[in-house]
């Protein structure tokens, strides 16, 4: 049987639950209670007490219940509450004739948030309920803005998701037709000059985009990101395609070894490309003129595909390969061309990588070139 007390502004208030299966010990509690502002629920057993916890829009803050009952005890009414009901933040607090330690590990053990001994004090049942009472507050207003600020989160998401890619298509036509242009032979030096600058701006622009977007992917969760069917191959090729203008620039020839049998791989489009487009463009930055970058892929049937990006450029320090991958780490240089870096290129690779279940590493030799290689498992329908 559960019995409640209700009053006209019950839902701006807390709500306890009294679970005992003495009626005048219920009653002397309920009474004693009626000093806290809040809605007081009644129940005379454990079994009563969680038919009532599991009805639909039920809402409990605090659980104050007996040990020794005659329909489950309190101490089983806690377990069921943690781990079949799921409350693991619900706070309950146990009244126990028991003073043992072993009795009171007990509690502890079935998930009790406080015990208070029998017989007890008034005025130290209702101190203990407020305490509890007001982190529960704390801890709903907590969970609320947590949910408010993964919300706007979201948002903030889509929106630099939207204006990355609405800038970007805009900023490919100048820079495609200003490539047109600076190779015109009939152009003077001076305007060759500016049409350079032009190229040069847009590029540190276009950077800029695709950090917003890179942003906004690593962000994210996996079960908050569209994953389907596709081959990576694909997408590196693309990659390859983008940076081509600048590899051709430094004379750097950059090629994909053939590969055979290589299998559909689950993923997200963008978050892979951004993978792959930061690892080439790193290549071909820290590559000096003529120098070579290569793409490799493996697949050894052990669950896992491995894609390695190799370059012939000037090397990592071994000092700082350990913090290569770190948020704004002091490892970010200038290229072998004076190509800026913020530094974040690396730690949003692999926060993407990530995102994917994947493991990204480094082999690097100062002078003679790096090797990144990203491995990702394949899951069983994927193999």
């Keep these: 049987m559960t019995v409640t007390i209700l009053d006209n502004n019950s839902s701006k208030k807390l709500h306890i ?4 299966d003495s009626s005048s010990a219920r009653m002397s509690i309920v009474t004693s209670l009626q000093a806290i502002d809040a809605v007081i629920h009644e129940a005379d057993d454990g079994m009563s007490a969680l038919s009532f916890l599991r009805q639909e829009n039920t809402s409990v803050d605090l659980v104050l219940s007996d040990l020794i009952m005659k329909a489950m005890d309190g101490d089983e009414l806690c377990h069921k509450i943690r781990n079949e009901l799921g409350h693991k933040d619900l706070p309950v607090i146990i009244l126990s004739s028991q003073t043992d330690k072993d009795s009171i590990l007990k509690l502890f053990n079935a998930g009790a948030t406080d015990y208070l001994y029998k017989p007890f004090m008034a005025e130290e049942l209702v101190a203990r309920i407020k305490a509890h009472l007001e982190q529960r507050k704390l801890h709903k207003i907590l969970k609320k803005n947590i949910n408010e600020l993964s919300e706007l989160n979201k948002m903030k998401d889509h929106f630099l998701a939207a204006c990355s890619h609405d800038f970007r298509s805009p900023l490919q036509g100048i820079l495609g037709f200003t490539e047109l242009l600076i190779n015109d032979s009939s152009l003077s030096a001076h305007h060759r000059s500016s049409l350079k600058n032009i190229i040069e701006s847009g590029n540190q622009l276009h950077n800029m985009i695709e950090s917003l977007l890179d942003f906004s992917l690593a962000g994210n969760k996996p079960e908050d990101i569209t ?26 020839n950059v090629q994909i070894n053939p590969v055979t049998d290589f299998p559909f791989f689950k993923g997200n489009p963008n978050a892979l490309f951004r993978i792959f487009n930061n ?7 820290f590559t000096s003129p003529g120098g070579r970058v290569t793409v490799d892929f493996e697949n050894k049937n052990t669950g896992f595909i491995s894609i390695s990006v190799t370059d012939t450029g000037m090397g990592i320090p071994e000092d700082m390969i350990p913090n290569i991958f770190d948020r704004y780490s002091k490892a ?3 290229g072998t061309m004076g190509e800026k870096s913020n530094g974040l290129g690396l730690h949003i690779t692999r926060q993407l990588v990530e995102l994917h279940s994947g493991e990204i590493t480094v082999k690097s030799h100062l002078n003679k070139g790096s ?3 990203v491995t990702f498992p394949l899951k069983p329908e994927e193999n």
């Design 227 to 252: 994953m389907i069917p596709l081959h990576l191959i694909d997408i590196i090729e693309t990659c390859v395609k983008t940076i081509s203008f600048t590899a051709d620039n430094k004379k750097i």
């Design 17 to 20: 639950l009294v679970v005992e």
């Design 332 to 334: 970010s240089r200038k």
């Design 371 to 373: 090797c990144f290689t």
């Design 279 to 285: 690892l080439l463009s790193n290549a071909v930055k």
